[in-house]
């Protein structure tokens, strides 16, 4: 059986280029560059639906921010470049208008799913967004896509249970707190600890309605392709199974691969296409396998491109029971 490239939608801007452009940091326009640039050299950028979507309206990301904080990184962006949390976030003239596309891409992306037109989503999206706080920019994050993509689908589509899985190396700490004390998004995460942003111990499980609905596997350096299977096997798809969730979120960073200058992991690219699958089985008879993916962070430039790649395929295959 061939993939099935009609039923993926794949969000991406020009403008997600335009921030940091010129500047020396790892978050840089290269690496969705790099992206494009191997999906159309292995001839899966023809097979694709490739959209933009409008900026996410104010009040969608009021959902998960303050007011002030979305003023202070619209005027931070007007007088730009600005540095924020510490000289680790940076802002351009753009970078407001492109994190408010990317929120926006992955609120089209849920309508587009819960409307049936489409089976999966993947937004290749800039800034990046899980460490961004409610009133606080944080490790290259301004915006919170994810986030404000799991409220929309709760007060827009009315949803009761969606269920966001953070495969970054990094731990999710924005998205974390945002749903800690609520029990209608379920949160998991899969990241290297010891290490940035030095959240996401074992022991940080939700609190109130919300106790038992965060899940972290905090992990040493080194974890490789078994190690991740062996804990989706064990733990991450029978809490999935328990928790019945409408939607599945991926926060899909790419920086737990082995050679990502950034994490110190061992995955391999097509790590991230057999995770893929077997989501996708675990979420096909709950929801039909309906799965929106968001890019967080990765990178390395060409085993971003391969990993995203390997991603995007297995979201495509037909799904084995
Ligand atoms: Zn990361």
Redesign the pocket.
């Known amino acids: 059986m061939k993939n099935d490239w009609s039923r993926l939608r794949f969000y991406y801007d020009p403008i997600f280029l335009t921030h940091l452009e010129g500047f020396q940091h790892p978050e840089n326009p290269a690496r969705l560059e790099i992206i494009v640039e191997h999906l159309k050299e292995t001839a899966i950028w023809a097979k694709l639906d490739v959209q933009q979507a409008p900026a996410a309206d104010k009040k969608w990301v009021l959902t998960n921010h303050s007011e002030e904080y979305y003023h202070q990184l619209k005027a931070a962006s007007e007088k730009a470049p600005a540095l924020l949390d510490g000289g680790d976030t940076i802002l351009t003239a753009n970078s407001f208008e492109a994190a408010a596309r990317g929120a926006g891409c992955a609120m089209a992306a849920v309508d587009a799913l819960l409307a049936d037109t489409i089976d999966s989503a993947f937004c290749a999206v800039r800034p990046?967004g899980?460490?961004a706080e409610f009133d606080e920019a944080m490790?290259f994050c301004l915006f919170n896509n994810v986030a404000i993509a799991a409220r929309y689908a709760l007060q827009a589509h009315e949803l009761e249970r969606v269920f966001i899985f953070d495969w970054?190396?990094?731990h999710g700490n924005g998205t974390q707190n945002s749903f800690y004390h609520s029990s209608d998004v379920f949160f998991a995460s899969i990241?290297q600890s010891p290490h940035?942003p030095g959240t996401g111990l074992a022991g940080e499980r939700g609190s109130g309605t919300g106790e038992g609905y965060t899940l972290n596997f905090p992990l040493p350096a080194g974890a490789n392709d078994a190690v991740y299977m062996r804990i989706l096997e064990e733990h991450l798809l029978p809490a999935i199974r328990d928790y019945e969730p409408q939607l599945l979120i991926i926060s899909a960073?790419f920086?737990?691969h082995e050679d990502d200058p950034?994490?110190g992991m061992e995955l391999s690219s097509e790590a991230f296409g057999e995770m893929t699958r077997r989501l996708r089985s675990t979420m096909k008879p709950l929801n039909g396998a309906k799965v929106l993916s968001v890019l967080?962070?990765?990178?390395h430039h060409n085993n971003l491109a391969h990993s995203v790649a390997a991603h995007l395929r297995a979201l495509t295959e037909p799904i084995s029971a």
């Open positions: 990046p899980h460490h490790g970054d190396v990094h990241h940035y960073g920086d737990a950034l994490g967080e962070g990765g990178y």
